[in-house]
């Protein structure tokens, strides 16, 4: 009697220890798997700042081309004012 009381306790230790390692196996997966999805939100955080920067940098080499681009609208302007009263002063 003893004996089988004894017997049913180790195996019932045994069978406590095994479900321990399985919820170690499981821990430590999820614990992996956190660890890749904050490598990963982290990567994708850096692409967002990094698009942000080019997007920021796009917008500044349009502005600075409409500011050439209004520069020589009137300096042609400029020149065409120039050649037209030279015309008229010609034709006076």
Do not use: F, H, P
């Not at 004996?3 to 390692?21: H, L, Y």
């Amino acid at each position: 009697m003893i004996q089988a009381s004894s017997q049913k306790a180790v195996d019932a230790i045994s069978n406590v220890s095994t479900i321990i390692r399985q919820v170690n196996d499981i821990s430590n997966a999820i614990a992996s798997s956190v660890e890749q999805q904050t490598a990963t939100a982290n990567e994708i955080a850096r692409s967002v700042t990094e698009a942000a920067t080019g997007s920021n940098e796009v917008t500044n080499a349009i502005m600075d081309v409409s500011s050439v681009t209004k520069i020589l609208r009137s300096k042609q302007q400029a020149c065409k004012m120039r050649r037209m009263s030279w015309l008229y002063l010609l034709i006076s």
